[in-house]
């Protein structure tokens, strides 16, 4: 409680207890003699996160021999930097460094120019324009004269990255998430693609209608806020916070309520609504990432989204194992992977290419 007050408590003990002061009366009663105000109810249970005031956490994994091993190898890892036998070694002589485009966010022109984002100065000069690009937004809400033509932003795995459309739109980009947009929204409707995760807050327009096209399905907005994830092509979400969103799909069509989520799958060629857990689907937005009995394999893709490492399951009957855990996008990998050792039994190891395999 001392910290929450202070204002340097974690993202994820900030949760667990908000949960406490929510569901225990004895906590509630410290809390509020402590911070000397009521604690007032929630407006919504699925907009909590988004406001910054998290819930209800699935699991809270302790594993202190994970933080020992992880300190222990920051530990190695300091003496090995101050070792004098590395002092000792001479510089090699610098050469050029290709870029490597897949590990930066980048946006590509309609003029097929490339921009590296999280390299670029605050300041973009595009054709003559000035474009603020600060603290990983680009702004493009204003008379944006870029190149004509459709414009992709790439967000690599283990970063994140929002955008202000030209129309005042907001896209802020998790990782492993493409967004293709027009320089310009013209026409009868605004019109975007996303492939991946992403969360919108569209300006409302009356007279131009905004549209998401997803793989299989596309999103109508009628001025929102919400939730997209299309990692899996086969199984999109649509998880709306506020607004309304209709959801197409084929000649299938759903109307979606606030704290609902349309989920479209290709297999069976579904398309329905069901409530959403706010802290599994929104939470990456704090930098708070949920399992919830999740499958190795989602596990695998995850891994790779958050730390750009491949993942691969050595017998793919381990993937009826399930895990669940809540964590910080700060989480070194290392912890990671004893949490999943220590709840599933499942082991694991890197082979000579730097894959992370599961045994």
């Known amino acids: 409680m001392t910290e929450k007050l202070a204002g340097i408590i974690s993202a994820a003990d900030d949760q667990w207890l908000e949960d406490l002061i929510e569901e225990d009366p004895v906590v509630r009663e410290k809390w509020e003699m402590l911070s000397g105000a009521p604690v007032p109810a ?3 249970p699925w907009k909590e996160v988004i406001d910054f005031k998290p819930k209800k956490p699935l699991y809270k994994i302790l594993l202190p021999y994970a933080i020992a091993a992880a300190v222990l190898g920051a530990t190695a890892m300091a003496i090995w930097q101050v070792a004098p036998w590395k002092k000792s070694q ?3 002589a610098s050469a050029p460094v290709a870029v490597n485009y897949a590990k930066h ?3 590509q022109l309609a ?3 490339v921009i590296l984002l999280d390299t670029a100065d605050a300041v973009l000069i595009i054709q003559g324009q000035q474009i603020s690009n600060k603290n990983n937004i680009l702004y493009l809400n204003t008379l944006s004269r870029l190149p004509a033509g459709q414009n992709t932003l790439q967000v690599p795995a283990g970063k994140k990255y929002d955008v202000v459309l030209p129309d005042g739109s907001l896209v802020s980009l998790n990782a492993a998430t493409t967004l293709s947009f027009p320089s310009k929204f013209e026409g009868r409707n605004r019109e975007i693609s996303v492939n991946g995760e992403a969360y919108l807050k569209i300006a409302p327009q009356a007279r131009q209608p905004f549209l998401v096209h997803l793989p299989h399905t596309t999103v109508e907005v009628l001025g929102t806020s919400f939730n997209i994830n299309s990692y899996d092509n086969s199984k999109i979400r ?3 916070v506020d607004g309304k969103v209709k959801v197409k799909a084929g000649k299938k069509e759903v109307l979606v309520k606030p704290g609902q989520q349309a989920i479209f799958n290709e297999q069976t060629t579904s398309l329905r609504t069901q409530p959403f857990n706010a802290t599994v689907e929104l939470g990456w937005q704090k930098g708070l990432y949920s399992f919830s009995d999740t499958p190795l394999n989602e596990v695998c ?3 790779f989204r958050w730390y750009g490492v491949k993942a691969v399951l050595d017998n ?6 399930k895990f669940s855990a809540l964590l910080e996008k700060s989480t070194p990998l290392s912890f990671l992977l004893e949490g999943v050792k220590a709840t599933t039994g499942t082991d694991y190891y890197f082979s000579a290419d730097s894959t992370l395999h599961f045994k």
């Open 42 to 44: 929630p407006p919504a």
């Open 105 to 107: 966010v980048t946006l």
């Open 316 to 321: 793919q009957d381990l993937n009826k194992r």
């Open 301 to 303: 893709e995850s891994i």
């Open 111 to 113: 003029d097929k120019s």
């Open 238 to 240: 649509v998880c709306l």
């Open 90 to 92: 001479p510089a090699a």
